[in-house]
């Protein structure tokens, strides 16, 4: 479960991003995060990973209050979390196994455990027939679907995504959705900040509309509202 209190958020340079938010997401749900540029939508989701810290207010992630949780002790906190971003931020150095194995391999997951799973999760997103691969050698969906791969591997009860489809064309941002959904069905809470109007109007699920850093929409299967 996801609960924020009173959250507040302003930037250093005194930019209010986020100006008092309440909202709670139950285990399994699938969130679709809307709103124009500017809105707060990347801070929001920021603070659910713990890359920024709210001004004021309490954020609970599974059980953990991030306001208060010790830099030393983040990593440990993201271990329970898949963060996906629009430009993939994969290793360039690493092939797509490699990728996706680093996270067990931080954690020192036995080598049986870790490939097994690798494998899994690379089969999951359909590319384990490129798992020795390079990212460089892959589309950009492949590369969106190793992220994805990489994203889950730890079996994490929660997996947010800011824009994850922003860099591909439409096709391939039907399949990358889809495979949200595939890691949804399964139980893993889904929070998804996206400019998508066509996949929030069909594959319908929960939207929350940030406007000014606030919560302006909260609908359960709802729709884009906005032209684009
Ligand atoms: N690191 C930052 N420092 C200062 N201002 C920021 C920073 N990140 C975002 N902002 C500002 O906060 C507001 C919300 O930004 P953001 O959360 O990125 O919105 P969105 O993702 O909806 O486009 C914007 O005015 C943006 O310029
Ligand atoms: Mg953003």
């Known amino acids: 479960m996801i609960e924020m209190q009173g959250v507040y958020k302003q930037y250093p340079n005194g930019v209010n991003a986020i100006n008092g938010i309440n909202v709670r997401i139950n285990q ?3 969130v679709y995060v809307v709103g124009p540029s500017g809105a707060g939508k990347s801070t929001f989701i920021k603070m659910m990973y713990r890359e920024e810290v709210p001004t004021s207010g309490t954020i609970t992630m599974n059980g953990v209050n991030l306001a208060k949780l010790k830099t030393k002790k983040v990593p440990i906190f993201r271990r329970n979390l898949g963060v996906v971003f629009q430009d993939f ?13 680093f996270a067990l391999e931080v954690i020192e997951a036995q ?10 999760v690379l089969d999951l997103v359909g590319l384990k027939n490129k798992a020795r691969m390079f990212p460089s050698e ?8 190793v992220s994805i791969a990489r994203s889950i591997v730890n079996s994490p009860r929660v997996v947010i995504a800011d824009e ?9 941002s ?21 400019h998508n109007k066509d996949i929030v109007n069909t594959l319908k699920h929960r939207v929350i509309a940030i406007e000014g850093g606030k919560i302006v929409r909260d609908e359960q299967r709802g729709e884009y509202g906005y032209e684009n």
């Open 111 to 120: 080598p049986k455990f870790i490939q097994k799973r690798v494998m899994e």
């Open 164 to 172: 994850p489809t922003g860099n591909l064309d439409p096709d391939t």
């Open 138 to 145: 892959l589309s950009g969906g492949e590369q969106q679907r």
């Open 174 to 194: 039907w399949e990358i959705v889809k495979i949200f959904e595939e890691i949804n069905a399964r139980g893993t809470t889904v929070v998804m900040a996206t």
């Open 28 to 30: 399994g749900e699938f």
């Open 89 to 101: 931020k994969l290793l360039p150095t690493l092939t797509v196994y490699e990728n996706v194995a």
